[in-house]
């Protein structure tokens, strides 16, 4: 652990002694359909700008929307997926406010009547189970997207210019709205990391979206509040746009810690949004916060009120796929883990990865050694996901079949792995360009073996008299001077027949 997460962490229990932190997310998941929300227009991404527009999506006049069915009944199975009750009847409702990627300068949303709603889903960090409720989940489209141009940052502060891409606009976006959740002390902003991971691992398996966040296809808006114990809530603020698991964490960690000083001193804090910086983790000041009056919200003139069919309902529930939290249960019991284990994989993104690791031949215990050790440092250290390490669990299986049969120790495997996260090819080829391989051979070690005795007599001494457990340091010895590439085992079983003892 770093020194400044060490600092973070004190500063945040400096906080948790006077005020209670109470946590909102609102999590956007892109659906994954070929067409938008409301027209026919494509939504892949990455193309062109401004070339996956029409006269709806753009809401020039006398263009009339068509409700897409497939986001339809995308934001009803993740509805189910999350224990919602599903309305036997809503309508879409006019958003309006205005932002230059705002092509119609309001956005079809819902409002007082969503689509799913008083669901919950339960999270275990370190062992306990927390409950978040959900309050709503609700279909809308998506915005554009503002390009600035000219800055250092990608922000508008310094750029030069904006360019403004409409592809976005018009693509279903679901919102999962939590109600407030609190009472989770320190462990606030890893429960708020937890329920986003388990809700993008939830759409992943439901197969409604990619959920990668790197690409805005999900992302999770923090609400924060500070407020003594026994008293009403505090007032919040919202980071906005939020883009990766850790960054959840983080913003919540750092709302609290920066909103205690102004409490502290009896200011006040101010509704607004704010924007995280994923350079510094702090968060800084966006806009003043609308209440839902500010939006004008009114029932959307061009669109009819949805009536989805209960039979359809009871067969898309029917019909779930096995859904995280069961699909964890069956894992450990398959691989024999403890609630920890499971939960230390979970907590780095790491399931999926696991499993297919051991999928391509490794064992349960060798991958998750791999994943949750050496793997999860690394991500760590690199600020990123595990999932985003350019290194495969193909390659990962191989490296372990390497160790296991002998052609690798784990120091040397290590030195694979850094060659395969710098780009120097598959693990064989690693091991070919770097020279990495175990010597094994008797003659070689031998020689080895009888300088590391020569040199520390005394150490040679204790094993002859019987204190076996000494040829750790000559097995240490042996495998400095062979650059950590001699065979500990068949090392140590000649120092101990060199002198006298029993391997």
């Known amino acids: 652990m770093s020194m400044q997460a060490r600092a973070g962490d004190a500063e945040l229990l400096a906080a948790l002694e006077t005020y209670e932190p109470v946590v909102g997310l609102e999590t956007h998941v892109e659906l994954g359909t070929e067409s938008k929300m409301f027209c026919g227009c494509a939504t892949e991404f990455g193309a062109e700008p401004n070339t996956q527009i029409c006269p709806v999506c753009l809401g020039l006049p006398g263009a009339l929307p068509v409700p ?23 309508r879409f409702a006019r958003k309006n406010y205005f932002y230059p990627d705002m092509p119609k300068n309001f956005q079809t949303s819902q409002f007082d009547e969503p689509l799913c709603i008083d669901g919950y889903l339960d999270v275990v960090v370190d062992g306990e189970t927390f ?12 915005t554009g997207k503002s390009l600035h141009v000219g800055g250092a940052t990608g922000r508008i502060q310094g750029a030069t210019h904006s360019l403004v891409d409409f592809n976005r606009a018009g693509i279903p976006l679901v919102e999962v709205v939590t109600k407030p959740f609190a009472g989770a002390g320190a462990k606030t902003p890893a429960v708020a990391r937890a329920y986003v991971s388990e809700l993008r691992e939830i759409c992943r398996a439901l197969g409604v979206s990619d959920v990668r966040m790197e690409q805005g296809s999900m992302r999770c808006d923090v609400n924060v509040s500070l407020n003594k114990p026994g008293e009403g809530l505090g007032i919040r603020t919202e980071t906005k746009n939020v883009n990766s698991l850790r960054s959840v964490e983080r913003a919540v960690r750092g709302e609290i810690i920066r909103q205690k000083p102004f409490l502290d001193a009896g200011e006040r804090i101010y509704q607004e949004t704010r924007h995280f910086h994923e350079d510094s983790g702090q968060t800084t000041s966006g806009r ?15 669109l009819v009120p949805m009536a989805p069919d209960p039979e359809w309902v009871r067969r898309l529930k029917a019909e779930l ?9 069956r894992l450990k019991s398959e691989w024999g883990l403890s609630d920890k284990d499971m939960g230390a994989l979970v907590s780095t993104g790491a399931l999926d990865l696991m499993s297919q690791t051991v999928a391509a031949g490794a064992s349960a215990a060798d991958a998750r050694k791999w994943w949750t050790g050496e793997l999860a440092r690394r991500a760590n250290e690199a600020g990123i996901e595990a999932s985003e390490l350019a290194i495969t669990p193909q390659q990962v299986a191989e490296i372990i079949g390497l160790v296991t049969s002998g052609r690798l120790n784990d120091k040397l495997a290590r030195s694979v792995v ?24 008797t003659d070689t070690l031998g020689a080895a073996v009888d300088e590391a005795i020569a040199a520390n007599g ?5 094993i002859r008299a019987g204190k076996v457990a000494a040829a750790g340091a000559l097995v240490g010895a042996v495998m400095k001077s062979t650059k950590g590439q001699a065979d500990a085992q068949a090392v140590r079983a000649l120092i101990l027949e060199r002198l006298g003892q029993t391997p």
């Open 288 to 302: 003043s916060k609308e209440e839902a009056t500010d939006y004008r919200y009114f029932p959307e003139p061009d």
């Open 131 to 142: 409950r978040v409720e959900i309050e709503r989940v609700h279909l809308e489209e998506d």
């Open 418 to 441: 850094d060659g395969v996260l710098a780009g120097e090819g598959n693990p064989e080829a690693v091991m070919k360009s770097r020279g990495l391989v175990v010597v094994s051979d």
């Open 321 to 329: 796929p096995e859904l995280p939290a069961a699909r964890q249960s």
């Open 458 to 462: 005394d150490v040679a001494g204790k």
């Open 68 to 90: 897409n069915e497939k986001g339809i009944e995308g934001t009803i199975r993740i509805g189910l997926a999350l224990n919602c009750t599903i309305a036997t009847w809503c």
